[in-house]
C-alpha cells in the first residue's frame, strides 16, 4: 500500500507521470467556469497493460509488486476474515505505524496527505521569479510561493512578535482584556461583528450568500448560529468535559498575557469570557436538532427579520459586509430563528465589555496563528489536552496547509502540470459512469419504491454532473493570474498577506448576491485527499489529489482501483440519496419529490443502519458510535461498496480477469478489491481525539466503516465463503440502497 512508501519512491512514481500539457481553454462567461463533463460523456479508458514498452512494463511490475509487499504488512493472516475482516486487513497496522507525536490519529488518508504536503513544499519552496512584493496583478504562482515564504520566515515573525495584532485590535475599538481603562459606554457589538466578518469569520452569528436550497440557480443572503470555541455544546454543558474546557480558558488566558494582559487580569476575565460562552451553549442546537433542514428553513425579507427580531440592526450589520446596497425588500433565509432571539436576550444581560472580550478573543484565537512561535506553542499545549497530540508539527507543515487552503488554485496549478497523470482522469470519468449504471440497476431492482420516484431519481443520477482532477482553467496562466488579481503578497508581512487573502474570500463571496449560480464552477482545490458530493449542485467532485495510491494508480489491478477510488465514487453517487441527499431534485432545490410510502419505507431502511452502528462501541474509550449522526455516510458506504463490486464484476465480464491480481499475493481478484476497500480505514487515533470525532463527526470510526458496511454486504460473504451467522455475514442484514 501507497503508506508504506517512502517519499523518494513516491516522487519516483509521480515523476513518471506525464506532465499535463498546458492549453489555453475557450472563453468563458465567468473565471470558475469549466468545461462540463457530464455523465452521457464517455472518453476512451486509458487502462492497458504495457506489453510493448519494455521501460513501462517494469514500472508496471515494480509497482504491483510493491503493493503486494505495503498491503500484506498491514494484514493479520491469523484472523478469519469472517469474524473480524478490519482486523484481518489491519491488524498489523498498529505496528507499522505508530502515530506521530505531532498528530491525533494517523490512517491511510494522513499518509497520503502527508505525501502529498511534501511534495507540495518541493514545489512550493522552488525558487519564485522574483523576491519583491506583489502587489495587485501580478503572477498567481509567484504569490502562493511568496505566500509560504512569508510564513517560513520566523527571524520577521519574532521580530515583528504581536505587534500586528495589536495594531489590527486597536483599529477595531480594542481587546479589553488588555485595556483596564476601555470604555464601553460606546461599543456597538454589531458594528463589530460586521467587522470582523469583512475578515471571512463569523461570531455570534453565522451569515453568508450562497445558492438557495429551494432555488438552486439564486444566491440568496443565509443566516444560522455559529459555532463554539470548543468542538461541541457538550465541553460547555456536561462536567466529565471539566477538564478541555479548563484547557480551553488556559489557552485563552495565555494568549492574552502573551499579547500583554497582566495574568490576574487575564485569568478574571477569561473566566467571564467562559462564562458568556457557556450559556451561548445553552442556546445552540444540538447536531441532532439541526438535522432536518427542511424543517430549519424559512425565507423571508430584511424586513420581515427584523420585526422578528428587532433588537438586531440586520440593514445596517449587512450593508457593512456586502458591496450590493440592502433594503427591508432583500430576501433572506434563515435557519436559527429561535437562537437569534435567545441570543438578543442573552447580550441584553451581559456586560458590553464581556461581549466585546468574547468577539475578540474568538477573532484573535485564530489571528495568533499568523504570529510566532511563542502561539504555537500556547495552542499546542491545548491541543494536547483536547486532541492528545503531543507536539506542534513542524512550521512548513502548517504553511503548506494555509497556502493551500487560501490559494489552492494556485497551488493545484503547480501539482497539476508536475504530478498528475492526465490518463487518470479520463479513466476516472469512465469507472464513473460504470459505478452510475450499478446505481441505476440497483433501483430498477428496487421493489420498496415506487415507479415514479425510480424515474425521477434516475432523471437525477442522469444529471449528475462530474468534476475529476482539476479545473481547466488553472492551466491557463491568464485566468489563474486574474482569480488572484486583487490580491496582495508581501513576502515580509505573513500577517497582513492572511489578512488580505480574508478579504479577498469575504468579497468574492458577498459579491455573489444578486448573481446567478454557475453550477459548473469548481470550489475545491485540487491537491486535496478527499472527495464531494454537492447537493445544491447535484455535482461529484474527486480532486486529483486522491487520485493515487491506495486509491487510484493505471497500472493497479481494476480489482483494487474499484475497490479504491471505485467505492469512494459510489459513495458520493449514493450521497444524492441518502438521508439529506434524497430532499434534493436534479437541479438541486430541495422539495419534496419523493411518495409518501416510499419516504417511509426509507426512513424504516435508515434505521435499520441506524440501530445497526449505534450497537458499535470504541473499546478504548467505551463509547457508543452515534448511529444518527453518522446514518448519511453509513448509508453511502454501504451503497458505495455495492455499486463499486457491482461495476467491477461487470469490467471483468467484458474484459476477462488476466493481470487482476497482484504477484505473490494468494488471494483472488474479488478479495483483493476488498481488501483494498478495507485497507484505505486502516488507521490509529488517540483517545483523546476518539472522543472529540464521536462527539462531532459524522462519519462512524474506520473500524466499523469496514465491519458495518461489509457484515451487510452479500457480496463480500460470498468472496470470502462466510457462513451464514457469522459475525461478518449475519442473518439480518440493513440495506437502503
Not at 461599543?187 to 450568500?209: G, H, P, V
Amino acid at each position: 500500500m501507497f503508506s508504506s512508501l517512502k517519499h523518494e519512491e513516491y516522487l519516483n512514481t509521480l515523476n513518471q507521470k506525464k506532465k499535463k500539457k498546458a492549453s489555453k481553454i475557450n472563453a468563458l462567461d465567468s473565471l470558475d467556469e469549466d468545461d462540463v463533463i457530464s455523465s452521457t460523456e464517455r472518453p476512451e479508458s486509458p487502462y492497458t497493460v504495457p506489453s510493448e514498452n519494455k521501460t513501462e512494463l517494469e514500472k508496471f511490475y515494480s509497482l504491483r509488486k510493491k503493493q503486494t509487499v505495503n498491503m500484506k504488512r498491514y494484514m493479520d493472516n491469523n484472523t478469519n476474515p469472517c469474524e473480524d475482516f478490519y482486523q484481518y486487513a489491519c491488524g498489523n497496522w498498529a505496528k507499522k505505524n505508530p502515530i506521530p507525536k505531532d498528530q491525533s490519529t494517523f490512517d491511510t488518508f494522513e499518509i497520503l496527505r502527508e505525501n502529498l504536503d511534501v511534495a507540495l513544499k518541493e514545489l512550493l519552496e522552488e525558487c519564485s521569479e522574483s523576491d519583491k512584493p506583489t502587489g495587485i496583478g501580478g503572477d498567481a504562482i509567484t504569490k502562493a510561493k511568496q505566500l509560504y515564504q512569508s510564513c517560513m520566515n520566523q527571524e520577521i515573525l519574532q521580530r515583528r512578535g504581536s505587534e500586528p495584532l495589536k495594531r489590527l485590535l486597536s483599529e477595531l475599538g480594542g481587546w479589553p482584556i488588555l485595556e483596564p481603562n476601555w470604555d464601553g459606554s460606546r461599543f456597538d457589538w454589531i458594528y463589530l461583528m460586521a467587522r470582523l466578518r469583512l475578515y471571512n469569520n463569523d461570531i455570534l452569528i453565522s451569515e453568508w450568500i450562497g445558492p438557495d436550497i429551494k432555488n438552486s440557480s439564486e444566491f440568496i443572503i443565509q443566516f444560522d448560529q455559529t459555532t463554539l470555541g470548543l468542538p461541541t455544546r457538550d465541553y460547555y454543558l456536561h462536567t466529565s468535559n471539566k477538564k478541555f474546557l479548563d484547557a480551553y480558558k488556559n489557552f485563552l488566558i495565555e494568549v492574552a498575557n502573551l499579547m500583554g494582559a497582566p495574568l490576574m487580569r487575564a485569568t478574571a476575565v477569561a473566566d467571564e469570557i467562559i462564562d458568556f460562552e457557556t450559556e451561548l451553549a445553552k442556546i445552540t442546537s444540538s447536531p441532532d436538532e439541526k438535522r432536518n433542514v427542511s424543517h430549519l428553513y424559512q425565507r423571508l425579507t430584511v424586513g420581515e427579520l427584523r420585526q422578528m427580531v428587532p433588537q438586531i440592526e440586520w440593514i445596517r450589520y449587512l450593508n457593512i459586509i456586502t458591496p450590493k446596497p440592502i433594503t427591508s425588500s432583500e430576501p433572506c433565509v434563515m435557519f436559527a430563528i429561535k437562537y437569534m432571539q435567545d441570543l438578543v436576550e442573552l447580550l441584553g444581560r451581559t456586560p458590553p465589555s464581556t461581549v466585546s472580550n468574547y468577539l475578540m478573543w474568538r477573532f484573535v484565537r485564530h489571528r495568533v496563528n499568523n504570529l510566532d512561535d511563542r502561539f504555537e506553542h500556547a495552542k499546542q499545549r491545548f491541543y494536547y489536552i483536547l486532541f492528545g497530540q503531543e507536539q506542534s508539527p513542524p512550521r512548513w507543515k502548517n504553511c503548506v496547509t494555509q497556502v493551500n487552503n487560501n490559494m489552492g488554485m494556485a497551488v493545484g496549478a503547480m501539482f497539476v502540470q508536475k504530478y498528475f497523470d492526465e490518463n487518470s482522469k479520463n479513466d476516472t470519468v469512465v469507472m464513473t459512469e460504470d459505478i452510475m449504471e450499478s446505481f441505476r440497476e440497483l433501483l430498477s431492482q428496487t421493489t420498496w419504491i415506487d415507479e415514479e420516484t425510480k424515474k425521477l431519481a434516475n432523471v437525477k443520477v442522469d444529471a449528475m454532473k462530474l468534476r475529476i482532477g482539476y479545473p481547466d482553467s488553472i492551466l491557463d496562466k491568464e485566468k489563474l493570474d486574474e482569480r488572484y488579481y486583487h490580491v496582495t503578497i508581501d513576502p515580509r508581512q505573513y500577517f497582513e498577506n492572511v489578512l488580505n487573502l480574508l478579504v479577498y474570500l469575504t468579497q468574492k463571496e458577498q459579491n455573489r448576491l444578486g448573481k446567478t449560480v454557475n453550477k459548473s464552477t469548481w470550489n475545491t482545490a485540487p491537491a486535496v485527499v478527499n472527495a464531494y458530493y454537492s447537493r445544491n449542485k447535484n455535482q461529484i467532485m474527486v480532486p486529483a489529489g486522491i487520485l493515487q495510491p491506495p486509491f487510484y494508480h493505471r497500472y493497479f489491478p481494476r480489482s483494487l482501483n474499484y475497490g479504491g477510488i471505485g467505492v469512494v465514487i459510489g459513495h458520493e453517487i449514493t450521497h444524492g440519496f441518502d438521508d439529506k441527499g434524497r430532499l434534493f431534485d436534479k437541479d438541486g432545490n430541495l422539495h419534496r419529490w419523493w411518495h409518501d410510502k416510499a419516504i417511509t419505507r426509507f426512513h424504516e431502511r435508515a434505521q435499520c443502519l441506524i440501530d445497526q452502528y449505534s450497537r458499535y462501541v470504541v473499546e478504548e474509550v467505551d463509547v457508543a458510535v452515534d448511529g444518527m449522526s453518522t446514518q448519511g455516510e453509513n448509508i453511502a458506504d454501504n451503497g458505495g461498496i455495492k455499486e463499486a463490486f457491482r461495476a467491477y464484476q461487470r469490467w471483468v465480464t467484458e474484459h476477462g480477469d488476466a493481470y487482476e491480481t497482484l504477484p505473490d499475493f494468494n488471494v483472488n481478484n474479488y478479495q483483493l478489491f476488498f481488501i483494498n476497500f478495507a485497507q484505505v480505514w486502516c488507521g490509529e487515533t488517540r483517545p483523546e481525539a476518539i472522543i472529540n470525532k464521536l462527539k462531532t463527526a459524522v462519519h462512524a470510526p474506520g473500524k466499523f466503516r469496514v465491519i458495518g458496511t461489509l457484515s451487510n454486504s452479500e457480496d463480500f460473504a460470498r468472496v470470502f465463503n462466510c457462513e451464514p451467522g457469522a459475525p461478518m455475514n449475519p442473518i439480518e442484514k440493513c440495506e437502503v440502497w
